[in-house]
């Protein structure tokens, strides 16, 4: 790519995780944003980043002494942060808010623009402060701070943009300010819509239906969403109820999912919306000098000790882990990594199907598991799943933790110090799962059912494991999934896995070597900007 001569972009996103202190991620996809403005940074690539600036961020989530989950909040103060000395006001629920736009200045030509409604001028001065928190109006109230706000602050800052990149439904709102500016200067709403159309792309992540937000038309209109367009403007853009995800396929000249098989279940779960954009695969990547320990790369690189350097990082592992629970796990023992967001679909507690099997490996040691992950606040199932875990832990001493309060520096920590990383959605919900990646980076070797992104990169018993064979939703039904997968968990598990672990180290190390050597390029963040670049923003 000529760096020189290519569209300027301005990407979209509620959240970025940068790193762990700075509260402005919640997961996943925070941690592509993140890890795309860092890549984008690196290739000195013409790309700005809009978002928010939380005063709260996301959860601090905990575990009381009688287990039961409970989140906590804290206004945090960012010293790092600029002030432009610009503001923009939107309008919300007819009243005017005013938002104070920062800059994340560490990101050189790639600053993140974050806009900020926590000041003395605004009444409410609480819809930037608390990441995913509440639903319903408040989320509504970000949309427009993000999205409307957003496209004003760049005129006011007066970047020039080619290409508005929409990174998840969230954004959309964005596309009713620059169709109002196409009819400002004299254009029929079809030509500002079809105007808009070829300047914007958009991504799409949830590929279960529900996890696609939606909002009944008249609680935009009330909330001020509208924008001045019509109601049945707005129909035609996003239907009825106006579904965010539908808005951003119509209002993008392209639109992509987070991996090949993602792009697959999105153009069937989207089929029948009309006057949409096509659904292309662009599998995630991860930028490797956030997530990928240095010792196991130039291991790696200069055919060194492999199997020394892994047991370093495992051994702090296991520190980190003794420090925050007092458990000291065995550093010659199979560890097996896992952390997911608790939602049902992740099956975090998949493991624990058969007491009978897993009870005798859990107590002689033979297999240790260290978990972590969070759930949504207001979600109770996923609170319950959490509180289940916990008990494990409490059930198996020594062979089962959990890490609370889930962030991005567990999350290397895990990714790096795990033997192997486990991960058992019913698959084809998990969309991508970029962990995956970074612990394949690391040597760690993935366990995992063929969703997201493994179906791409695995190669069964070379650089790591499969298992399921590929069964899904499309062919059982939820419980028989489960049952067969299951039983495919353990058969691998216990046949493949720790055969290979405790009897042939040296088959072990072949495959980390393997796994790093097969994943470092292919899902690098650097494979992706080029794919995002020649497929979505350079027309
Ligand atoms: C990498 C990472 C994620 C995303 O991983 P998935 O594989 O999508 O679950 C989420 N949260 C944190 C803290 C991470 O480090």
Excluded at 211 to 227: I, P, Q, R, T, V
Excluded at 296 to 315: E, P, Q, R, S
Excluded at 368 to 383: N, R, Y
Aim: with cysteine; net charge negative.
């Amino acid at each position: 790519m000529d760096v020189n001569n290519l569209p300027r972009v301005a990407y979209f996103c509620m959240e970025y995780g940068l790193n762990s202190d700075f509260k402005a991620y919640a997961g996943g996809l925070g941690i592509l944003a993140g890890d795309h403005l860092k890549g984008a940074k690196d290739l000195n690539l013409p790309l700005v980043g809009i978002g928010l600036k939380w005063k709260q961020g996301y959860t601090d989530q905990f575990i009381d002494d009688n287990g039961e989950v409970y989140d906590t909040y804290h206004n945090y103060h960012y010293n790092f942060l600029k002030d432009t000395g610009v503001k923009v006001t939107v309008k919300v629920r007819k009243v005017d808010v005013v938002c104070k736009v920062w800059k994340l200045d560490e990101f050189g030509n790639n600053p993140i623009y974050l806009l900020d409604t926590d000041i003395p001028e605004n009444g409410d001065a609480w819809i930037t402060g608390q990441l995913y928190g509440w639903f319903g109006e408040e989320r509504i109230a970000q949309e427009i701070v993000l999205g409307i706000g957003g496209v004003k602050a760049l005129r006011a800052l007066e970047i020039s943009v080619d290409v508005y990149h929409f990174n998840e439904g969230h954004a959309v709102l964005a596309a009713t300010e620059l169709i109002k500016e196409e009819m400002q200067s004299g254009r029929s709403f079809e030509l500002a819509w079809e105007k808009v159309r070829s300047k914007v792309v958009f991504t799409t992540h949830t590929p279960i239906v529900e996890g696609n937000e939606s909002h009944d038309l008249y609680k935009l209109e009330y909330m001020g969403a509208f924008n001045g367009l019509t109601k049945s403007q707005m129909v035609r853009l996003g239907d009825e109820p106006f579904n965010m995800t539908i808005a951003g396929l119509r209002l993008s000249r392209k639109a992509n999912a987070v991996a090949k098989l993602h792009a697959e279940t999105a153009n069937k779960m989207w089929k029948t919306v009309a006057g949409r954009s096509e659904i292309i695969g662009i599998t995630n990547g991860i930028h490797k000098p956030t997530w990928v320990d240095a010792r196991i790369t130039k291991a790696f690189d200069n055919d060194g000790d492999l199997w020394g350097a892994h047991l370093a990082v495992k051994k702090e592992l296991i520190e980190f882990i003794k420090e925050r629970t007092g458990i000291l796990l065995d550093a010659q023992k199979l560890l097996i990594g896992f952390s997911r967001r608790a939602a049902p679909y992740k099956r975090s507690d998949l493991i624990f199907t058969s007491e009978e099997i897993i009870a005798p490996l859990l107590k002689s040691g033979k297999i240790q598991i260290v978990f972590s992950g969070k759930a949504h606040p207001l979600d109770d199932t996923g609170k319950e799943i959490v509180a289940k875990l916990v008990r494990m832990m409490k059930k198996y001493p020594g062979s089962v933790v959990f890490l609370e309060n889930y962030d991005m520096n567990i999350g290397r920590e895990l990714t790096r110090g795990s033997d192997i990383w486990l991960n058992n959605p019913r698959r084809p919900l998990e969309a991508s799962g970029t962990s995956g990646m970074k612990a394949a980076m690391n040597g760690v070797l993935n366990c995992s059912i063929l969703d997201g992104w493994w179906p791409e990169a695995c190669i069964d018993g070379v650089n790591g494991w499969q298992f399921g064979d590929g069964v899904s939703l499309n062919d059982l039904s939820e419980a028989e999934l489960d049952k067969h997968d299951t039983l495919a968990l353990y058969d691998t598990l216990i046949n493949r896995v720790m055969d290979t672990y405790y009897n042939n180290r040296e088959k072990w190390v072949e495959m980390m070597k393997e796994s790093i050597r097969t994943t470092s390029q292919e899902f690098s963040v650097e494979r992706m900007l080029d794919e995002y670049y020649n497929k979505m923003y350079i027309k």
